[in-house]
């Protein structure tokens, strides 16, 4: 069994910033791709970022430039720096992983989401 924990998320005025972090646990024997997305009510989850293995990022379109993806995978933690942010940026933040365990090989797991809102 794998469980994603995210912690960081908050209430921050618009212009601030946060920083959200996602650790795996379990009988992990490698971690793929991890990554943030985010889903705003009324709206279709998106993706925020993503990070490879190797440290390849992608980011969203809305959150380029402003927000930093990064990971430790000695820890099998994964983070999101977010800066200058928007009340657009207000949603449910949640880790993905791509997680290889001893008994079930690759699957896909997520995490139970962190609230993210902005004031302006």
């Known amino acids: 069994q794998v469980q994603l924990v995210e912690s960081g998320g908050g209430l921050v005025q618009a212009g601030g910033s946060l920083r959200l972090s996602c650790a795996a646990s379990g009988r992990i024997m490698s971690i793929n791709d991890m990554g943030w997305y985010r889903q705003a009510p009324g709206n279709e989850r998106e993706l925020v970022a993503r990070?490879?293995?190797?440290?390849?990022?992608d980011y969203g379109d809305s959150v380029k430039g402003r927000f930093t993806i990064s990971r430790d995978n000695a820890k099998n933690t994964v983070y999101l720096q977010m800066n200058s942010l928007k009340p657009e940026d207000t949603a449910v933040y949640y880790c993905k992983a791509v997680v290889r365990t001893l008994y079930t090989g690759a699957g896909l797991y997520w995490g139970q989401g962190t609230q993210v809102t902005i004031s302006s």
């Open positions: 990070i490879s293995s190797g440290g390849s990022t």
